[in-house]
Each structure stands twice: as structure tokens, then as C-alpha cells.
């Protein structure tokens, strides 16, 4: 009873940090949007703050990458726009397409016309159309900053992975301890420059024990996708 209990409670944990995550952007959300200033306008139809189920599935998805560096990135003090207090970072919705911006930038983008507004801040991911969420490559850099879990590529492997393969253990230069399988992973090379993120197919202790050709991290994206998928980003 004792191991049960104890297996609920880890399954439970990542679900209260996000509800607390989520308690506190909606108390920002409200500050930002109920006449803090004069100046502040709606959001557009176009561009707006994501609902409570697509804001619990951006987070689900980040915190799979970053574990609870997600509140970092959630409270993160902004550094852009023209205001001398930008406030934090929030995050939009824009034709389907979800993008983490600056509180600041989202005040102006509000004045521009939603047929001209092409794109603000930075894009993490987007919607299907069925509603299920996806981390996209322009993510990356977010990533990199908080990510739990790492591994790194040998030099000879880089390419193979930048054309959009999986990452197997003849690969693997170094890799982080306590990955467990299907974890969210960062992909660096030796060098530590971030080449894109996947899953995690073994843990740690497996993928010591594997032959080089074992299946090591399964490729969700990589920076070759811009040059190999330009009219999708």
C-alpha cells in the first residue's frame, strides 16, 4: 500500500505544479487585460491569451522538456519592448500558432490590424487541427535555457541528426544521469549548441549497457528544419 501510495503521489506532482503555474499566469492574465492602464486595448480576435485547456497543454508539453524550470520561464521578467517596465512574458494565440512574448509587445500588437500581423514574439509551438498541441523547432532556444534532461553528439553524428534522424548510441557523446524513458530530452552537440529536442526511447542506465546501434532519443525536432521545411515554420 505504502509503494502505491507513494507512485500516486509522483504521478500527481507535475500536474499540481502546472495547476500552480497556470493560477499564477491567470492572475497576471487579469492584471494585464482589466485596465491596469490607460493605454491597454483588448486582444484581437486573431490574437488572444490561450484558454484553460490549451494553456494545461502548452504547459504539459513544456514541463515534459524543463520539469519545474517551467515556473522560470512563466516568471520570467521581460527584456523587450520599448517600455521602461515590459513586464514578464505571456503567452498568445495567433491563427493556430502559439507564441511566448513579452507583455509590453503584446500592448502594441493589439494596434495593428489582425490581417497585417503576421507574426510577434517568439513561436513555440502550434495547434493541429483536431486541438492537440505541438512543440515546434523555434522553441529550441526556450528549451535549451531550462531543460532537465540533456544529451550530447559527437561531431560525426550532427548531421545525421540536422537531416532529421533519431539519435542512436554510437552517437551519443555524453548524456545526463536520471533520464527515465519518454522523457523530454535537449539535443546539444559536444560543443553545447542546442540542434533540436526529442524523446527519450531508453533511460540513462539502459542506454550505457546498449550496442551502437540502439535507439537512444527519437527526434521531435531539429534546427536542419530550417532549411528543410521553411514554408511550415
Known amino acids: 500500500m505504502v509503494m502505491a501510495k507513494s507512485s500516486s503521489s509522483a504521478l500527481l506532482l507535475p500536474f499540481i505544479f502546472i495547476t500552480s503555474i497556470h493560477g499564477r499566469l491567470d492572475e497576471r492574465e487579469r492584471s494585464l487585460h482589466t485596465g491596469r492602464t490607460a493605454t491597454t486595448v483588448s486582444p484581437l480576435p486573431d490574437m488572444r491569451p490561450l484558454d484553460e485547456s490549451e494553456t494545461t497543454q502548452v504547459f504539459e508539453k513544456l514541463y515534459k522538456f524543463t520539469s519545474n524550470n517551467l515556473k522560470n520561464i512563466v516568471e520570467s521578467p521581460s527584456h523587450e519592448g520599448l517600455d521602461q517596465n515590459p513586464g514578464r512574458y505571456c503567452f498568445r494565440l495567433h491563427k493556430n500558432r502559439v507564441y511566448y512574448v513579452s507583455e509590453?509587445?503584446?500592448?502594441?500588437?493589439?494596434?495593428?490590424?489582425?490581417?497585417?500581423?503576421?507574426?510577434?514574439?517568439?513561436?513555440?509551438?502550434?495547434?493541429?487541427?483536431?486541438?492537440?498541441?505541438?512543440?515546434?523547432?523555434?522553441?529550441?532556444?526556450?528549451?535549451?535555457?531550462?531543460?532537465?534532461?540533456?544529451?550530447?553528439?559527437?561531431?560525426?553524428?550532427?548531421?545525421?541528426?540536422?537531416?532529421?534522424?533519431?539519435?542512436?548510441?554510437?552517437?551519443?557523446?555524453?548524456?545526463?544521469?536520471?533520464?527515465?524513458?519518454?522523457?523530454?530530452?535537449?539535443?546539444?552537440?559536444?560543443?553545447?549548441?542546442?540542434?533540436?529536442?526529442?524523446?527519450?526511447?531508453?533511460?540513462?542506465?539502459?542506454?550505457?549497457?546498449?550496442?551502437?546501434?540502439?535507439?537512444?532519443?527519437?527526434?521531435?525536432?531539429?534546427?536542419?528544419?530550417?532549411?528543410?521545411?521553411?514554408?511550415?515554420?
Open 104 to 233: 509590453s509587445l503584446v500592448k502594441r500588437a493589439t494596434n495593428i490590424k489582425r490581417e497585417n500581423l503576421v507574426a510577434f514574439g517568439t513561436n513555440i509551438g502550434k495547434f493541429t487541427k483536431s486541438g492537440k498541441f505541438h512543440l515546434t523547432i523555434q522553441a529550441l532556444n526556450l528549451l535549451a535555457a531550462n531543460a532537465k534532461h540533456k544529451v550530447w553528439l559527437k561531431p560525426t553524428s550532427e548531421m545525421s541528426f540536422l537531416y532529421g534522424n533519431d539519435v542512436i548510441k554510437g552517437g551519443l557523446g555524453r548524456i545526463t544521469d536520471n533520464i527515465n524513458a519518454y522523457d523530454g530530452v535537449v539535443v546539444f552537440s559536444m560543443s553545447d549548441v542546442p540542434l533540436g529536442f526529442g524523446i527519450a526511447a531508453k533511460s540513462t542506465q539502459d542506454c550505457r549497457k546498449m550496442d551502437p546501434n540502439g535507439l537512444v532519443v527519437i527526434r521531435q525536432a531539429d534546427t536542419g528544419e530550417y532549411l528543410r521545411n521553411q514554408e511550415d515554420l
